[in-house]
């Protein structure tokens, strides 16, 4: 009598932990399609207030990356000068 109720208890035991991963796997998809609801009516709302204000969306620039380098450097800073070699008795001496 004991063997069946053993059985009876692993097969409840496993029931309830296939129902509580079946549980934990619908909640985790429903966050999901909830975050992604979310961001979609958010970005849509965003996109919605511009045109109200008259104010065309901009395509966005994700990968785009701008470095000080491909910044124009402004004129005050461009010195031209004429470079010349400094003959050896005229270097300052070093210590």
């Known amino acids: 009598m004991s ?3 053993q059985s009876l208890r692993e097969l409840a035991r496993g029931l309830a932990d296939g129902l509580l991963r079946v549980a934990v796997l619908v909640f985790g998809a429903l ?3 909830v975050a992604l609801a ?3 009516a958010l ?3 965003l996109i919605l207030w511009s045109l109200l204000r008259g104010r065309r969306p901009l395509p966005p620039n ?3 990356r ?4 491909s910044r124009p450097v402004p004129p005050a800073e ?3 000068v004429q470079a010349r070699e400094v ?3 005229e270097r300052p001496p070093q210590g």
């Open 31 to 33: 966050a999901a399609v």
């Open 87 to 89: 003959p050896p008795s």
């Open 66 to 69: 701008r470095s000080r380098a």
């Open 38 to 40: 979310t961001g979609l």
């Open 78 to 80: 461009i010195v031209d």
């Open 3 to 5: 063997g069946t109720l």
């Open 43 to 45: 970005a849509l709302g």
């Open 62 to 64: 994700v990968f785009v």
